[in-house]
């Protein structure tokens, strides 16, 4: 059975920093590319950042700079390290899992950024 779990979310002051977790098991997790994605209230899901099963990363254009995602292959888990955080970073976190046309989620983590 295929299971991706976030962790890490929670409320945090703007400035601060979070580290999302996502731990990944039932599929071959290091054949998988991994994104983190965001879902604002009242907004559409967007790409925060992926990263390939080779390791090369990408990022969206307004977290360059501030988030970091990486992967652990033996852990099957890949982070999301985000500094210097914004109220706009506010948003459920989810996980996703790609390789093909199969594609999985995580049910996301809450990140409220707020003084």
């Known amino acids: 059975q295929v299971q991706l779990v976030e962790s890490g979310g929670g409320l945090v002051q703007p400035g601060g920093s979070l580290r999302l977790s996502c731990a990944a098991s039932?599929?071959?997790?290091?054949?998988?590319?991994m994104g983190w994605y965001r879902q604002a209230p009242g907004k559409q899901r967007e790409l925060v950042a992926i990263?390939?099963?080779?390791?090369?990363?990408n990022y969206a254009d307004s977290v360059k700079g501030r988030f970091t995602i990486s992967r652990d292959n033996a852990k099957n888990t890949v982070y999301l390290q985000m500094n210097s955080l914004k109220v706009e970073d506010t948003a459920v976190y989810s996980c996703?899992?790609?390789?093909?046309?199969?594609?999985?989620w995580g049910k996301g983590t809450q990140v409220t950024v707020s003084s």
């Open positions: 996703n899992a790609a390789r093909s046309l199969r594609t999985y």
């Open positions: 039932g599929f071959t997790f290091s054949n998988y590319n």
């Open positions: 990263i390939t099963s080779g390791g090369t990363t």
